[in-house]
């Protein structure tokens, strides 16, 4: 009795919209646990970056991940492999 009260479509379209809702929340706590990570911004940046994806989520998360400057970190390793000849030591 159930197949006729919840069909196969219908459970399709439910896991595909809580498996959305899903990704939508782990990025939205992505951004804000990289925002308080961040070692190149302080104080009121920090603030500002909070409240813009706590009160607007997905707008807010996806203008953070575009407008964010590149991980100091992360970017002089990247030079730093880059100018890795590639010679091994004897």
Known sequence: ???YVYPL???FWTMLIFTGLAIA?????WCLVDNFRRRD??????FG??????????LGALVYILARPADPLYANA?????GYGGTRAA
């Not at 911004?41 to 920090?46: D, L, P, R, S």
């Open 1 to 3: 009795m159930a197949a």
């Open 9 to 11: 479509l219908s459970v």
């Open 25 to 29: 929340f782990f990025f939205i706590v």
């Open 41 to 46: 911004h302080h104080g009121w940046a920090k």
């Open 49 to 58: 970056w909070t409240v813009f994806i706590l009160f607007l989520p997905v």
């Open 78 to 82: 990247a030079v730093a492999y880059q």
